[in-house]
């Protein structure tokens, strides 16, 4: 049911012989939504947009928009009329107390039609996006498709309404009170992408002998948002991904996990988690860790020094195939590098990150010497 309508009443000819709530009853129309745009990227709600016709008497009309049960933002109401202002214009606006309603006025030079366009916040609907990604048997590649989800609870109805999500194509969909409408809006198959084991040396044991129980390191898919990567047309957006297996010889696809894949812009690079794998083992010790320059105070107190830091790790690959290991390190304060076994990045000026590749079923060695300056005693 219909829970937003507007009420037409025509003004009585003579002053007085009827009160405002006596000219609300005067019916002469219920005039129907004939077309509805929801724009979906307001942070404060759907602004909708609906056109409506107005059967207009000649003189003052009275047009009531009422929402009863419907979470529309009082303050967001807007009107304007198709019409030339010698042929209709609005004159007023009033809230009836106690009512989820408000009441134009517009005036009619003579009886007529009008195109009415109404603007409006609507809570309680919003938009996502879900994606399910489908890995190829090598897992070089993945098939993925997108879907917008619109969940409606806001009380109104929208029959054929155009959905315009902001950072896709618009579609026309019906969506009732209550109902969730799930939308594909692309699918990309072959997508590119990279295994990749991390280990951050802040978050992981250095010695996973001397913990109880297993030590598993974080697996993710890397994928790049560019037209080589068979995407690059908009910006992901940030939303639940599912991930399954190729199906197998019995047809069937296999669950391997669930993440969320942060808002990815064009040319920039997406992760999606599935989970802790032991296929992997890194070892870190550190082999040096020396004050130098020591600065010390009149009183004999050190107030600086430098360091001399050497840290190494073995990395075993147990796996069938080689991998690919990001290896993130961090460094406290002002710092430079002696000697490095591996290149690599600063993501910042106190995280380092090293991609190191370890053949199938072998083991690889790494090392970094470093010094800490001016560390406060």
């Known amino acids: 049911m219909r829970r937003i309508v507007i009420l037409l009443a025509v003004f009585a000819a003579v002053a007085g012989l009827a009160t405002e709530a006596d000219c609300r009853t005067k019916l002469t129309a219920l005039p129907q939504r004939e077309a509805a745009v929801l724009w979906m990227d307001n942070p404060r709600g759907v602004l909708v947009a609906e056109e409506r016709v107005l059967t207009l008497q000649k003189g003052e009309n009275q ?7 419907v979470t529309v933002d009082p303050d967001s109401i807007r009107l304007s009329l198709d019409a030339p202002e010698a042929a209709a214009r609005l004159l007023a606006l009033s809230y009836p107390p106690g009512e989820n309603a408000l009441v134009w ?9 009008v195109r009415a366009r109404i603007h409006y916040l609507l809570s309680n609907i919003d938009s996502m996006v879900e994606y399910r990604a489908l890995v190829a048997p090598d897992e070089t590649s993945l098939a993925m498709n997108a879907y917008l989800v619109v969940r409606n609870f806001s009380g109104e109805d929208f029959h054929a309404a155009t959905i315009r999500p902001g ?12 109902e969730t409408l799930k939308n594909l ?3 990309k198959n072959a997508v590119p992408v990279e295994k990749v084991w991390t280990f951050d040396a802040a978050a992981l044991p250095w010695d996973p002998e001397s913990v109880s129980g297993n030590v598993g390191i974080p697996v993710s898919y890397e994928l790049v948002n560019t037209a080589a990567g068979g995407l ?3 910006a992901l957006w940030d939303g639940k991904v599912r991930v399954f297996t190729h199906p197998g010889g019995n047809g069937q696809s296999m669950f391997l996990g669930e993440d969320r894949l942060d808002m990815v812009p064009l040319g920039g690079k997406g992760r999606i988690s599935i989970g802790d794998s032991r296929d992997v083992v890194v070892t870190q010790r550190q082999l040096k860790n020396e004050r130098t320059n ?3 105070n009149k009183a004999g107190w050190v107030i600086l020094y430098d360091t001399d830091e050497i840290l190494a790790a073995t990395v075993e690959n147990f796996k069938e195939t080689p991998v690919t290991l990001a290896m993130i390190q961090h460094i406290d304060g002002e710092w430079k590098m002696l000697q490095a076994s591996h ?7 106190y995280t380092l990150k090293f991609i190191l590749t370890i053949p199938a079923k072998d083991k690889l060695q790494w090392r970094m010497h470093y010094k800490r300056l001016n560390v406060r005693g």
Do not use: L
């Open 63 to 69: 047009v009531d928009f009422s929402w009863n049960g």
């Open 105 to 113: 006025e517009i005036w009619a030079a003579e009886a007529m039609s």
């Open 167 to 178: 950072r896709v194509k618009p579609f026309t969909s019906s969506v009732a009170s209550g």
């Open 185 to 187: 809006i692309f699918s």
């Open 232 to 234: 690059g047309k908009f």
């Open 294 to 296: 020591v600065r010390r």
């Open 343 to 349: 290149k690599y990045e600063k993501t910042d000026a």
